[in-house]
């Protein structure tokens, strides 16, 4: 167990959550988290910046707590806290393999046209589900093409779309005529 009594010399009365969560070694996330859900007793202004003022004796207290009870400072799963032993972490790292990798771009590429007997058709089934406005996102999840390659098919006048609040939205069936024609020139 530390002391952390050499804090209160080392810092003013009270500090600021960027200050805290440097001082406790923790994410601006994690620090947030402990004082909005009052786990670490704090004067909020209501302010965007330097909205939080917490006593030093109160961060000292938290840190020496923290020590002694960890279990009581886990944070929720979606949180990835590194308190946490790493079984019972929702987020877990998966290794990068050569085998792995072609999967991911193979769950988001369309078929070509020499795959399938109606071509047009199929293209017709996979934005099925999507509205007549697409965003670039949706775009990207269905055909597997960056958003920049899609943003080049807008500016060069490939596709119909309209530009809402620094937003895309291209009409599907332009952009279903556009990859159909760009596969019969391939």
């Known amino acids: 167990m530390s002391?952390?009594?050499?804090l209160i010399n080392r810092?003013?009365?009270f500090v600021t959550k960027d200050q805290f969560y440097r001082i406790c070694h923790i994410s601006k996330n994690t620090a947030l988290y402990y004082l909005r859900n009052g786990f670490i007793p704090c004067i909020d202004s209501g302010k965007k910046t330097r909205r939080y003022k917490i006593a030093i004796k109160d961060i000292v207290?938290?840190?020496q707590d923290r020590d002694e009870n960890p279990e009581k400072y886990y944070l929720p799963n979606h949180y990835n806290n590194p308190f946490l032993p790493r079984e019972i972490r929702q987020y877990k790292a998966k290794a990068r393999s050569d085998n792995n990798s072609d999967n991911y771009k193979?769950?988001?590429?369309?078929?070509?046209?020499n795959e399938v007997r109606d071509y047009l058709q199929y293209l017709e089934l996979q934005f099925a589900d999507y509205p007549d406005m697409l965003t670039t996102k949706q775009i990207q999840q269905?055909?597997?093409?960056?958003i920049s390659i899609i943003l080049s098919w807008c500016k060069s006048g490939k596709v119909k779309y309209i530009r809402r609040c620094n937003a895309y939205l291209l009409q599907k069936k332009s952009v279903i005529c556009y990859l159909f024609n760009h596969e019969l020139q391939q």
Do not use: M
């Open 3 to 6: 002391d952390y009594s050499f």
């Open 11 to 13: 810092y003013p009365e």
């Open 61 to 63: 207290f938290f840190l």
């Open 106 to 113: 193979a769950h988001y590429k369309l078929k070509g046209i």
């Open 142 to 146: 269905i055909t597997g093409h960056s």
